[in-house]
């Protein structure tokens, strides 16, 4: 059972950056490919980004592509989100999720554990 575990979510103005952490225990983290996924108020979660579980591939939804990154320690157990170039339209909860075997997924369905969010807030 992985356990999964955010932070660095908070308030930022247009324009400025944030990282996120997730931090997972309770497996053995080099086996699991990992995703962010967000959800704003009123509509559907989304993906934003995932990574291989070696950390040499990763994944972007088009709306972040170019200003966020995704990646990985596995010596830590951790996988990390740097937004830079934030809008009011990245404003969300960001999910942690890992997922079993290599591949770095977009559908959210196929991660299996989550973390329980953290809240980002991007003013214009």
């Known amino acids: 059972q992985v356990q999964l575990v955010e932070s660095g979510g908070g308030l930022v103005q247009a324009g400025g950056s944030l990282r996120l952490s997730c931090a997972a225990s309770?497996?053995?983290?080099?086996?699991?490919?990992m995703g962010w996924f967000r959800q704003a108020p009123g509509k559907e979660r989304e993906f934003v980004a995932a990574?291989?579980?070696?950390?040499?591939?990763?994944n972007y939804a088009d709306s972040v592509k170019g200003r966020f990154t995704i990646f990985r320690d596995n010596a830590k157990n951790t996988v990390y989100l740097q937004m830079n170039r934030l809008k009011p339209e990245d404003t969300a909860i960001y999910y942690c999720?890992?997922?079993?075997?290599?591949?770095?997924?977009?559908?959210?369905?196929?991660?299996?554990?989550w973390g329980q969010g953290t809240q980002v807030t991007v003013s214009s």
């Open positions: 309770g497996g053995t983290f080099s086996n699991y490919a």
């Open positions: 999720a890992a997922r079993s075997g290599y591949a770095a997924t977009m559908t959210d369905h196929q991660y299996g554990y």
């Open positions: 990574i291989v579980s070696s950390g040499f591939f990763r």
